[in-house]
């Protein structure tokens, strides 16, 4: 079966520098969130979309913003970054408002040197 | 008081035992409610989801909700040491969107 995509895998970029995260939902899956996952600690909602328009906001910084495309894919964009920054970013989809079953990618490894 | 608990743990299981999870939930409102199984570096695989209060079971794993107290839970029977993860256990908050809260997972190691 499909699963959710996430690119890339893996990551590195310099203080200050700006990066793009994308996510591709399982097929027919309309809801997609993000979640930030540092070392030794638990995943943290940033956002999700349900049909392209943010349903939620969690922990986001106001350095980072997303989108999710006509597609359903959504992009992490994340700008001015910080060291602190450097985490596994996950993307997960669902279908729909039925149940909130999330089904996660691989992640990005984001390293900030 | 962060709004989904879990014992950290490491919880220790001899193998072929009962492996047992627990989590409390802050918001009241809370309908839907989830366990997940991490790996190190590998990305949270959903095991089991429960809605309503009672057992529901799946395979080797019985999920189990009490709302009333707030409480559910995880049982994974004959415990193999490649059910050794981090368990995080997921409540969707009642907020009417989409944000769902983690609880900062339990470890669970599996002896042979």
């Known amino acids: 079966a499909a699963g959710v995509i996430q690119s890339p895998r893996h990551l590195i970029k310099e203080k200050r520098e700006t990066a793009t995260l994308k996510c591709y939902p399982i097929?027919?899956?309309?809801?997609v969130y993000w979640y930030q996952q540092g070392p030794g600690q638990d995943p943290q909602f940033l956002i999700s979309f349900y049909e392209k328009m943010q349903s939620d906001k969690g922990s986001i910084p106001d350095r980072f913003s997303a989108q999710q495309f006509s597609d359903y894919h959504s992009e992490l964009n994340m700008s001015s970054l910080e060291l602190g920054d450097s985490a596994l970013y996950f993307c997960a989809s669902s279908l729909g408002q039925t149940y909130y079953e999330q089904y996660f990618g691989p992640g990005t490894r984001l390293t900030v040197t | 008081q962060k709004e989904v608990e879990q014992n950290s743990g490491p919880l220790s299981v001899p193998e072929g035992a009962i492996a047992s999870l627990n989590c409390t939930y802050s918001d009241r409102g809370s309908q839907s409610f989830f366990w997940y199984r991490q790996y190190s570096g590998k990305s949270p695989e959903l095991i089991m989801s429960?809605?309503?209060?009672g057992d529901k079971e799946d395979g080797r794993f019985t999920a189990q909700l009490n709302k009333a107290s707030q409480y559910v839970s995880l049982l994974i029977r004959d415990s193999q040491p490649s059910d050794s993860a981090t368990y995080l256990c997921?409540?969707?908050?009642?907020?009417?969107?989409?944000?769902?809260?983690f609880g900062a997972g339990t470890r669970l190691f599996v002896k042979a």
């Open positions: 097929p027919r899956h309309d809801t």
């Open positions: 429960i809605y309503s209060n």
């Open positions: 997921a409540v969707n908050a009642d907020t009417g969107g989409f944000k769902t809260i």
